[in-house]
């Protein structure tokens, strides 16, 4: 079975709440097996990701809240683990996080989300279904692609079930990393992370700081299309249909969608595969 995710982050006004949750109404009808929810690193959206994860939860769909580490004290990561497990919550997306730039790791308890994984369970056994991060094209502060694999292993043996990938563009860097880490014993599924093409300025900044690489082929035509933004949807619709086909195809479990707070464009893509 084809399983499939899509990703929010939490809003900041009223306003954007109610957009957010009409969105969640369209792409409730498509019956996903869960919703995530982002999370500022150090506990800047604790709240703000709480009230997005219940407002999910009281719709009758699975939430997955995301949680990092960094900056956040083990007695802070305890309390949150309770709120969610008195809301019925049974999946979470663990993560180490990205603190602004020059705060550091030092002060931090837990440093990398492999100990994250330990560490919820140990607080809550089996409660959670734990979903870890993949990157394909190597996470971009990684050392070197052997370690960083090595560091997925050791996150899936502390006790992930399911892991998601950044995003990508090029559906062979997902297999060969599949490839790699199951030659290394993993065997939990590894769902694509897909983020549509709509805005190529936006895309092209987000995908420097985040490490995805933008092929020349792609980003050359997007240039081409300046301002036009319903060739740039158009185009973008095409080539990540093009590769989700491919990656499920190949035998990737499900997609998650890199939602953005949009339904347009992820059930563009999504239509044209079913
Ligand atoms: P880790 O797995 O800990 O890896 C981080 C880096 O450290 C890698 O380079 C790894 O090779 C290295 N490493 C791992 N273990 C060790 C070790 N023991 N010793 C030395 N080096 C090690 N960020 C947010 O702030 N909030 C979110 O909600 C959020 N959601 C995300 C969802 C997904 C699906 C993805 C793919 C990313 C998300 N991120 C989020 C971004 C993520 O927090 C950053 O990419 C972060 O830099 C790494 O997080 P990680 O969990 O992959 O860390």
Same mark, same amino acid.
């Given at each position: 079975m084809t399983t499939l995710s899509f990703e929010f982050f939490p809003t900041k006004t009223d306003e954007g709440t109610e957009k957010l949750l009409k969105v969640r109404d369209e792409l409730a009808a498509f019956n996903p097996e869960f919703f995530s929810v982002t999370y500022g690193a150090g506990g800047s959206t604790r709240d703000r990701t709480y009230a997005i994860v219940k407002a999910i939860q009281e719709r009758g769909i699975a939430a997955a809240p995301h949680l990092s580490c960094v900056g956040d004290s083990t007695a802070d990561l305890r309390s949150i683990l309770k709120e969610y497990q008195d809301l019925g919550i049974d999946r979470i997306v663990a993560l180490r996080g990205d603190l602004p730039s020059? &705060?550091? !790791? /030092?002060? &931090?308890? !837990?440093?990398f989300a492999n100990e994250l994984v330990e560490f919820i369970r140990n607080e809550t056994g089996d409660h959670f279904k734990l979903e870890v991060a993949a990157y394909p094209e190597m996470?971009?502060? /990684?050392?070197n692609f052997e370690q960083d694999l090595q560091n997925f292993v050791n996150k899936v043996k502390a006790g992930a079930d399911s892991a998601i990938t950044q995003? %990508? %563009?090029?559906?062979d860097s997902y297999f060969y990393f599949v490839d790699r880490v199951q030659a290394m014993g993993v065997d939990i599924p590894i769902i694509p992370g897909i983020m549509p093409i709509t805005n190529y300025s936006k895309l092209a900044r987000f995908s420097d700081s985040c490490g995805a690489e933008i092929p020349r082929w792609i980003r050359k035509q997007l240039e081409a299309y300046g301002d036009n933004s319903e060739s740039i949807q158009q185009f973008g619709e095409d080539v990540i249909t093009d590769m989700c086909r491919r990656l499920l195809d190949g035998g990737a479990p499900g997609i998650h969608f890199y939602t953005l707070n949009q339904s347009e464009a992820s059930l563009r893509v999504w239509r044209n595969l079913v």
């Open positions: 020059g &705060s550091g !790791l /030092a002060n &931090s308890e !837990l440093r996470h971009p502060q /990684a050392t995003y %990508f %563009f090029n559906a």
